[in-house]
């Protein structure tokens, strides 16, 4: 079987900015909600704490190479690094790509997922919640940084931004195309019109084009799913309570006739199972290691209960085997450090090394 790449979503969150400190108050990361998580039900793990209490800063060269290494070594061929760019040519979070890029001695591929939607105020309705600063009680503003394609002109200043990456060997590429995800697919006649202008630039610089994947892509017909809620509604039952109360409420310990504890919990092997029906359809798949964004969310959290490294390890095997089996060349693992929605893959005081423990033998056990 052809072997499959194994890619890791990457946050590049976990620096200061100046963008951060005015919206959610000086020296914020996503370590403040991190760290400030309250559990919402008995046995419930919160907040995560990273193991050595590794609260790093993505400015520190030491902490890159520290994170290229440690996927090396686990059989993560790369990360999928989130990109933002906002109205008028406004890079955010760009420091620790393109630390990866100026460093070549970083064992890592990597390539760019561009999160192309505004910045808003989705998280700040959870009272007391980390996310929900004094900026808005003084301001009143929803959107946060602007999100538009613009005109040509626009087009060109990102790709000549985009380049230097594209150059860098590697830049993961799919026959000489440079991938780039495009995390909203379906955004009509602006979105199709730039990248049919960006496929023609990459071609005008030497590469076989640009190869987009999306959830619905306005080019190239290449689909992915991300996470397991990328496709929520075709998961009938997901967060309905009668579906998964009964396996749920042994887990909790939980009466029969107590309150739900929070709003949307699930069950993790139900989960996956519906990732493997999905991977089935001929999309690129996407794996979750775990799910928990109480930090973001508290008691609107998403939940993903039952996960263990060790059942991560056997769904895991499975879906590189179908992704094998159907000549798919990635699967994307949700994620490398997501810890603000409690997905990494990154070590813990739980977990230790375990779920990277659990991608190095399923890639082992796929290759042999």
């Known amino acids: 079987m052809d072997k499959t790449k194994v890619f890791a979503m990457y946050l590049p969150q976990y620096h200061r900015i100046p963008e951060n400190d005015r919206f959610w108050g000086e020296g914020f990361t996503d370590w403040v909600a991190v760290k400030s998580a309250q559990p919402q039900f008995e046995g419930h793990v919160q907040p995560r704490i990273p193991l050595n209490n590794n609260y790093y800063d993505l400015t520190d060269v030491d902490t890159i190479a520290w994170q290229a290494e440690l996927a090396h070594k686990y059989g993560v061929d790369g990360f999928g690094i989130y990109h933002y760019w906002f109205k008028g040519g406004h890079p955010v979070l760009e420091k620790p790509a393109e630390i990866i890029r100026d460093h070549p001695a970083f064992p890592i591929r990597y390539f760019f997922a561009w999160d192309n939607i505004s910045w808003i105020r989705s998280w700040s309705n959870v009272p007391g919640n980390a996310w929900a600063p004094s900026y808005d009680q003084k301001t009143g503003k929803q959107i946060l940084l602007e999100f ?77 799913i991300f996470h397991p809620f990328t496709y929520e509604p075709q998961y009938s039952g997901w967060g309905k309570r009668d579906l998964w109360e009964r396996g749920l409420r042994k887990f909790l310990h939980i009466e029969p006739r107590s309150k739900w504890p929070v709003k949307y919990l699930y069950d993790y092997s139900a989960v996956w199972k519906s990732i493997l029906r999905n991977a089935r359809k001929g999309y690129y798949p996407g794996a979750v290691v775990s799910f928990d964004d109480t930090p973001r969310r508290g008691k609107n959290a998403r939940i993903l209960a039952n996960a263990t490294p060790q059942l991560f390890e056997k769904y895991f095997t499975q879906l590189l085997k179908i992704t094998q089996r159907s000549h798919r060349d990635y699967v994307f693992i949700t994620a490398w450090n997501e810890w603000g929605e409690g997905a990494c893959l990154e070590p813990d005081t739980v977990n230790g090394y375990g779920y990277l423990e659990a991608v190095k033998r399923a890639v082992d056990a796929c290759s042999e």
Do not use: N
Not at 166 to 183: A, N, Q, S, T, V
Not at 196 to 223: C, H, L, N
């Open 148 to 224: 538009e394609y613009g005109d040509e002109t626009a087009w060109e200043a990102h790709f000549q931004y985009l380049l230097p990456f594209f150059r860098d060997e590697r830049y993961e590429k799919k026959d000489g195309r440079p991938i780039f995800i495009l995390m909203k697919g379906t955004d009509g006649e602006q979105q199709e019109a730039m990248c049919r202008y960006w496929d023609e630039r990459a071609r005008q610089e030497g590469f076989a084009g640009m190869y987009f994947i999306t959830v619905k892509s306005p080019i190239k017909k290449e689909a992915a």
